[in-house]
């Protein structure tokens, strides 16, 4: 796979993510479902959205590394929440960190939204290639 990101403007290097992402020559793309905080026995997480950021990328790792993919070969990263300003209250830190431990440089779409399944607060949604 070749992988070329795009960012033109200069503010983009103060960001988590870039503004496009170019693949040539890969050799597969997994799309993954949105991923939440349920656990092996599928019990959705009571936890608050810092904890269930935590185990959603717990589970996301597991998916893509059972699927054969590398979490740095993740080119796209959406997203969803009941709440912005909490996520970026409590969550930044976390989501900041696992990027960082993967080498991701992605683009990505957040959305604030009413309601997720059984009450979560956060959900992530990845395209991974090799």
Not at 21 to 26: D, L, N, R
Not at 38 to 66: C, V, W, Y
Not at 97 to 119: C, P, R, S
Request: proline share 2%; net charge negative; charged share 20%.
């Amino acid at each position: 796979m070749e992988k070329r990101t795009v960012d033109p403007w200069k503010w983009g290097e103060q960001t988590n993510s870039v503004q496009a992402v170019e693949i040539k020559q890969a050799e597969g793309t997994l799309y993954c479902s949105g991923q939440v905080a349920i656990d092996a026995n599928g019990q959705p997480s009571t936890a608050d959205m810092r904890a269930q950021l935590t185990q959603i990328f717990q589970n996301l790792e597991h998916l893509i590394k059972e699927s054969g993919y590398d979490c740095s070969g993740i080119v796209r990263l959406n997203i969803v929440t009941t709440s912005m300003r909490e996520f970026f209250t409590s969550c930044v830190d976390i989501y900041q960190g696992w990027i960082a431990q993967h080498g991701i440089k992605q683009a990505t779409t957040m959305f604030e939204v009413q309601g997720l399944y059984a009450g979560l607060t956060v959900e992530v949604e990845a395209t991974v290639v090799k």
